[in-house]
């Protein structure tokens, strides 16, 4: 099984940052991405930024471009997800997922992950 550790959310006022890392650990699977979804209270999941693992290319959700970035160490199988301008409206539960599935596509959909971390929240005030 692989585990997925999320860690580095919190509280922090608009237009200050955040630096979320996702480590992932235990079977040794072969890593096409891994991708940051967030969900806000009544809201569904939503693709936030996800990174090809051998390559490095990155995508991004209209409403982060320019603000977060997405990176990855392949040594320590780590992604992380640095956030700045932050903004209220960017307050969600931050999940990280990992796409073992190699493939051509954009990993853009939840669906396409098979591993997900528990999740760590973010919250933004005004």
């Known amino acids: 099984q692989v585990q997925l550790v999320e860690s580095g959310g919190g509280l922090v006022q608009a237009g200050g940052s955040v630096r979320l890392s996702c480590a992932a650990s235990?079977?040794?699977?072969?890593?096409?991405?891994m991708g940051w979804f967030r969900q806000s209270p009544g809201k569904e999941r939503e693709f936030v930024a996800a990174?090809?693992?051998?390559?490095?290319?990155?995508y991004y959700a209209d409403s982060v471009k320019g603000r977060f970035t997405i990176s990855r160490d392949n040594a320590k199988n780590t992604v992380y997800l640095q956030m700045n301008s932050l903004k209220p409206e960017d307050t969600a539960v931050y999940y990280c997922?990992?796409?073992?599935?190699?493939?051509?596509?954009?990993?853009?959909?939840?669906?396409?992950?098979?591993?997900w971390g528990q999740g760590t929240q973010v919250t933004v005030s005004s």
């Open positions: 997922a990992l796409d073992a599935t190699l493939s051509s596509r954009p990993p853009l959909k939840g669906a396409e992950y098979q591993y």
């Open positions: 235990g079977r040794t699977v072969s890593i096409y991405a």
């Open positions: 990174i090809i693992w051998r390559g490095g290319s990155t």
